[in-house]
């Protein structure tokens, strides 16, 4: 079946302004992650979604960005007054639940902020 | 001080060698540790997961092992093809399993 999809797979954007990123997670996948990728850097975890309940909120960086996830299925990532070092590839995750669940990936956006 | 550590950060072998990653981590309380593979420009692909109670999982040319004692897990490849480069990330969660976390990663390149 088709696995998690991303929009846009690249997205170039100048200081200041605002940027939204989709996430189309696996059909019936109640759980959904967003992770940041900085150029040579690790996976950083952003935010959490499961099911109805209250996203974890506990990774993103600042209150530049928030995430919401609607009707328990897309998920939109947004970032407000982009910097530089804003610039990294975001990744979405979906899994069938939370916890001991295999963790499907989509393929990413990658930001530029110049 | 981050709490998974991978070794060694970068990895060069000829095809059809063997070799082992390391993922060392402080993470407590433990709940999982999943490895993934990562291809250039793609998103991560999960290769294994496991609980405290299971030692070693294996996924093809891919076999997990975990000692949760010593709290270090490896990731070892048989018989090495060219696809297999890649970056090889370690991925801890706590009993609350939003918190988690992920090694630098290994990065493996795979020579003719």
């Known amino acids: 079946g088709a696995g998690v999809s991303q929009s846009p797979s690249n997205k170039v954007t100048e200081k200041g302004k605002d940027v939204e990123l989709r996430c189309d997670p696996i059909?019936?996948?109640?759980?959904l992650y967003w992770y940041r990728q900085s150029l040579g850097q690790g996976l950083e975890f952003l935010i959490y979604?499961?099911?109805?309940?209250?996203?974890?909120k506990s990774g993103l960086p600042s209150d530049r960005f928030s995430a919401e996830r609607t009707g328990g299925s897309v998920s939109t990532l947004t970032i407000q007054r982009t910097q530089q070092e804003d610039s990294a590839v975001y990744l979405c995750?979906?899994?069938?639940?939370?916890?001991?669940?295999?963790?499907?990936f989509g393929p990413g956006t990658r930001l530029t902020v110049l | 001080k981050n709490q998974v550590e991978q070794s060694p950060q970068s990895l060069i072998i000829l095809e059809g060698k063997n070799c082992t990653l390391q993922?060392?981590?402080?993470?407590?309380?433990?709940?999982?540790l999943r490895w993934y593979k990562q291809d250039t420009g793609r998103g991560p692909v999960s290769l294994t997961i496991?609980?405290?109670?299971?030692n070693t999982k294996s996924n093809g040319r891919y076999t997990a092992t975990l000692d949760a004692d010593t709290k270090q897990s490896s990731l070892h490849i048989t018989a090495s093809q060219l696809s297999d480069s890649a970056s090889y990330i370690c991925?801890?969660?706590?009993?609350?399993?939003?918190?988690?976390?992920f090694g630098a990663g290994t990065r493996l390149t795979v020579k003719p």
């Open positions: 995750a979906s899994s069938l639940w939370g916890g001991y669940n295999t963790q499907y």
């Open positions: 059909s019936g996948h109640t759980a």
């Open positions: 979604f499961q099911g109805n309940s209250a996203p974890d």
């Open positions: 993922c060392n981590y402080t993470v407590s309380p433990f709940s999982n």
């Open positions: 496991m609980t405290f109670s299971e």
């Open positions: 991925v801890v969660s706590a009993e609350n399993n939003n918190d988690m976390r």
